[in-house]
């Protein structure tokens, strides 16, 4: 029985190392299996890497409803800017590692309708998504604590 394909090893010695043997089906198998678990780990990091249109869209929305559900307290230089970004990072969508600008929008003009504009964007996403919070944060005072419940519009664009 010599000479069939049962008979081969499914790890051959070479140059020192041992590595699936491509005369063996077991080893084919390996071989192949081997690679789809490379290619699909490589996907994996990549895709986490980054955010997607919908996962930016999903957390920008979170955070909308998670700075609405409960007052906020703004301290000093701690505005709105930080707490939409917190808000962002906190539902868990998109990449853990990632640069999410916030930045306020001037409302010099009547179009903010007595709100504070925010626009908020990140490299993976071309389209930035605009926020509308109301009431306006007033000026910061590094001593006073300030307590508000807001609510919050959100768009896709730039505001």
């Not at 930016?56 to 929305?61: E, G, I």
């Not at 990632?98 to 179009?111: F, I, K, L, N, Y």
Request: charged share 25%; glycine share 10%.
């Amino acid at each position: 029985m010599s000479g069939h394909h049962h008979d081969e090893p499914i790890f051959i010695r070479k140059g020192g190392h041992f590595a699936y043997n491509p005369k063996n089906p077991v080893g084919r198998v390996l071989i192949v299996g081997s690679a789809v678990v490379v290619v699909g780990f490589m996907y994996h990091l990549f895709d986490d890497a980054q955010w997607s249109e919908g996962e930016f869209r999903d957390a920008v929305r979170g955070a909308a409803v998670y700075l609405e559900a409960e007052p906020q307290v703004l301290r000093g230089h701690l505005g709105y800017e930080e707490r939409i970004e917190e808000a962002v990072k906190g539902t868990g969508e998109g990449p853990e590692h990632t640069v999410v600008r916030v930045e306020p929008v001037d409302t010099s003009d009547e179009a903010a309708d007595g709100a504070d504009l925010f626009e908020i964007s990140t490299d993976d996403i071309g389209t930035p998504s605009c926020m509308r919070v109301s009431p306006p944060q007033s000026e910061p005072d590094a001593l006073r604590l300030e307590t508000v419940r807001v609510q919050v519009e959100v768009a896709e664009g730039p505001c």
